[in-house]
Nanobody, 114 residues
Framework: QVQLVESGGGLVQAGGSLSLSCAAS????????MGWYRQAPGNQRELVAT???????NYADSVKGRFTISRDNAKNTVDLQMNSLKPEDTAVYYC????????WGQGTQVTVSS
């Protein structure tokens, strides 16, 4: 069983930065694909970024060049550094882990004011 706990959301002005962190329990973390998704009101949940166990990354076009995903397999954490935030980045951000099946965190709110 894997449990994911996000932290670091909040309110920021457009152009600002926020860092999200996800702490994972369980022994499979180092072998898991990890990622961040987000869901804005009225929208479907969408991929933000993923990072494989070996460190290769993938980003949604809308966040390329602004967001950076990273992981620390020794600490069982995955982080999302978000720079140059825009109002359209406002959403609940969810941590995700994939190993045989998918696991989700409870989500953390990110609000970007214009």
């Amino acid at each position: 069983q894997v449990q994911l706990v996000e932290s670091g959301g909040g309110l920021v002005q457009a152009g600002g930065s926020l860092s999200l962190s996800c702490a994972a329990s369980g022994s499979i973390f180092s072998r898991s694909l990890m990622g961040w998704y987000r869901q804005a009101p009225g929208n479907q949940r969408e991929l933000v970024a993923t990072i494989a166990s070996g460190g290769s990354t993938n980003y949604a076009d809308s966040v390329k060049g602004r967001f950076t995903i990273s992981r620390d397999n020794a600490k069982n954490t995955v982080d999302l550094q978000m720079n140059s935030l825009k109002p359209e980045d406002t959403a609940v951000y969810y941590c995700y882990a994939l190993w045989l099946r998918g696991y989700w965190g409870q989500g953390t709110q990110v609000t970007v004011s214009s």
